[in-house]
């Protein structure tokens, strides 16, 4: 038995499925939400938008959506590296960083006019709700949690740079 609290896994082990099934229920919402063709969801301005710009947008949010949840699973392991505690189950951290994730992503629906101050909102309200979604569904301090968000966005930022140089790079002309 672990008498100590740095022999603990710094993710308490619990039913995946649970976790799997909340990021699931929250992700469909998204993609329903997407193929409806909700303003707020979708990233152009269009009166009246097409199918595929429905289910391209449906087919973005689903793949940032896998792309944070890496990014917070890696994030949440440099935590626990950092604080010199096992991790715990791989698929427990996946599967509440997936859920944590897909529920702050709700945070889109909520319509704003001005296109600046809904990305704005859109990033601080994603980013501030991951951090307590994950404070709770991790079961760690608070100031874990926001750093385990930093790390995750960085790790998005740097994959974005990436994909922005590639981009650059490719282009024709």
């Known amino acids: 038995m672990n008498d100590r609290a740095h022999d603990l896994p710094l993710c308490p082990e619990g039913d995946f499925r649970f976790w ?8 469909l919402a998204l993609v329903i939400g997407c193929l409806a063709g909700l303003p707020a969801l979708l990233p152009i301005q269009a009166v009246s938008p097409t199918a595929i710009q429905r289910l391209s ?15 917070g699973s ?31 992503a709700l945070t889109n629906f909520v319509p704003i006019d001005q296109p600046m101050l809904k ?7 994603f980013t501030a709700a991951t951090a307590f979604l994950a404070r709770s569904a991790f079961r760690i301090a608070t100031l874990d949690a ?3 968000t930093a ?14 140089v590639i981009t650059w790079a490719v282009r024709p002309g």
């Open 57 to 71: 947008a449906a087919g973005a949010s689903v793949v940032w959506l896998l792309l944070c949840t890496g990014a």
């Open 119 to 125: 990305l704005a909102f859109d990033g601080l309200a």
């Open 74 to 104: 890696a994030a949440f392991a440099a935590i626990a590296l950092v604080r010199g505690r096992p991790p715990g189950s791989a698929i427990d951290i996946i599967s509440r960083a997936f859920a944590c994730v897909a529920v702050a």
């Open 146 to 148: 926001f750093a385990a």
């Open 20 to 27: 799997g099934g909340v990021g699931v229920v929250a992700l």
């Open 151 to 164: 790390i995750g966005t960085g790790i998005v930022g740097a994959l974005a740079a990436v994909a922005f």
